[in-house]
């Protein structure tokens, strides 16, 4: 090989690298899968899961990405979980086979099929969702997006919040429909995750 071959070669490489597609990996003390549902027409009941894991992948050179999620079920938190002199409380209802049935079904997932790109940032998350043994196409807008060292232990790390919607009946989630529990959830998901 000649020596001005290698010199291309050695300069080459450093862009090779900038170009090849970096790994994240979901932070769970700050990623949150939030839901939304309309309750009786009067309100609207707000929940989030406490419990999550994931990765994904991003190539900004090739625009392209990807993404796995993963959600403890069981882990559903809507803000009431003390029984009082009630049955249930509305945590115990929600884990119960009238909604999650989590002893069932332990976890649901997201799972990507398409990231879309609007400029160099990821716009658009199209996927697949597993809940209750049940899959179906999901597609989850980047509404926050950044990249950047970490302002304390300046890792590089990406976040934001992401957001969509469901028919929880396309997945067989049919308890209090139509009145009262809205057949539509909104998703909000808020994550960080750092680079590996």
């Known amino acids: 090989m000649s020596r001005r071959a290698a010199a291309l070669l050695i300069l080459a490489l450093p862009l090779a690298a900038a170009a090849a597609p970096e790994t994240y990996t979901l932070d769970p003390y700050h ?31 090739a625009r392209t990405g990807s993404l796995e999620l993963v959600v403890e079920t069981a882990s559903i938190n809507a803000a009431d979980n003390e029984k009082g002199n009630r049955q249930r409380s509305r945590d115990d209802h929600l884990r119960s086979p ?3 049935n989590v002893s069932e079904y332990p976890r649901m997932s997201f799972k990507s099929t398409g990231v879309k790109f609007n ?9 697949n969702l597993t809940l209750l043994g049940v899959t179906r ?15 304390f232990n300046k ?7 992401a957001s969509g919607t469901l028919k929880r009946s396309d997945f067989g989630m049919k308890f209090g429909l139509p009145l009262a529990v809205s057949d539509e959830v909104r998703l909000m998901i808020g994550f960080e995750a750092f680079r590996d």
């Not at 400029?119 to 996927?127: L, M, Y």
């Open 31 to 61: 990623t949150y899968p939030n839901f939304a549902v309309d309750h009786l027409g009067f309100s609207t009941i707000y929940g989030r899961f406490d419990k999550s894991s994931g990765k994904f992948t991003l190539d900004k050179a």
């Open 119 to 127: 400029g160099d940032n990821p716009a658009t998350v199209e996927g």
């Open 98 to 100: 009238d909604f999650f």
């Open 155 to 161: 890792k590089e790390m990406c976040g934001g919040n």
């Open 137 to 151: 196409p999901v597609v989850l807008q980047l509404d926050r997006w950044k990249c950047g060292p970490h302002p």
